[in-house]
């Protein structure tokens, strides 16, 4: 990953090294961890389920999940539109390579949406239809949707990558949450604005994991 951030080696650290979770291999706290940010994020729609999920973990690992995530923020603003959850999942060795399972090298991403990056075209159809959509099959961690986005930003700015509609599918469910987080975290889906409002917030969150969300509504 060009451009590593320190936030970046301190995650990976965090996984490969946790002393509250000393207990569990990297791949499981890996796994765990999505789950429980995807919960916190998705809270606004589903607080039960944020509840339930929390409620597994003792505070001390529940606060080591806000930690893992502050880090994450970090990564997220120094290095935006990047693949950051699919680089630590190869990193953590939690790829299924037995089962074909791989995931493109961001510059590989980068150099095919690149290749289907049509400027005109691109903003005649915000334009015209107001919303541009971009489907990935088989989306992984996101990274060729968040390559895209990377490409619209740098070449029409943010007003542009706001007429982003990005939809992706796969049969891997960490892949759905690496995939769902790094939307969000990068103010690609409906939520995403207020992802820099969730990340002052999310320790209180996670330590009283019954309260209620009253976040305002964002538009779409």
């Not at 923020?73 to 953590?92: H, K, W």
């Not at 991403?109 to 919303?131: C, I, N, P, S, T």
């Amino acid at each position: 990953m060009n451009g590593t951030s320190p936030h970046y080696n301190e995650l990976v650290k965090g996984f490969e090294n946790n002393h509250v979770f000393c207990h569990m291999p990297p791949y499981d706290l890996y796994r765990k961890w999505l789950e429980a940010v995807w919960s916190f994020l998705n809270a606004v729609h589903d607080c039960q389920g944020f509840v339930d999920c929390l409620s597994k973990y003792s505070r001390a690992e529940g606060e080591e999940f806000s930690r893992l995530f502050d880090l994450y923020t970090s990564c997220v603003e120094a290095m935006p539109f990047q693949d950051i959850l699919g680089q630590l999942f190869m990193r953590l060795d939690v790829n299924s390579a037995s089962s074909g399972q791989y995931f493109s090298p961001f510059e590989i991403a980068e150099l095919m949406a690149r290749m289907q990056f049509d400027r005109e075209h691109f903003a005649r159809l915000a334009e015209e239809k107001g919303v541009v959509t971009v489907c990935d099959p088989a989306v992984g961690s996101g990274v060729m949707l968040l390559a895209y986005a990377k490409i619209v930003n740098e070449s029409l700015g943010r007003w542009y990558v706001n007429k982003l509609r990005l939809y992706g599918m796969d049969i891997d469910i960490r892949c759905v949450h690496m995939c769902s987080i790094q939307l969000r975290m990068n103010g690609l889906d409906a939520f995403g604005r207020i992802a820099g409002m969730l990340g002052n917030m999310k320790q209180d969150i996670m330590l009283n994991p019954g309260r209620q969300l009253d976040l305002p509504g964002v538009a779409a």
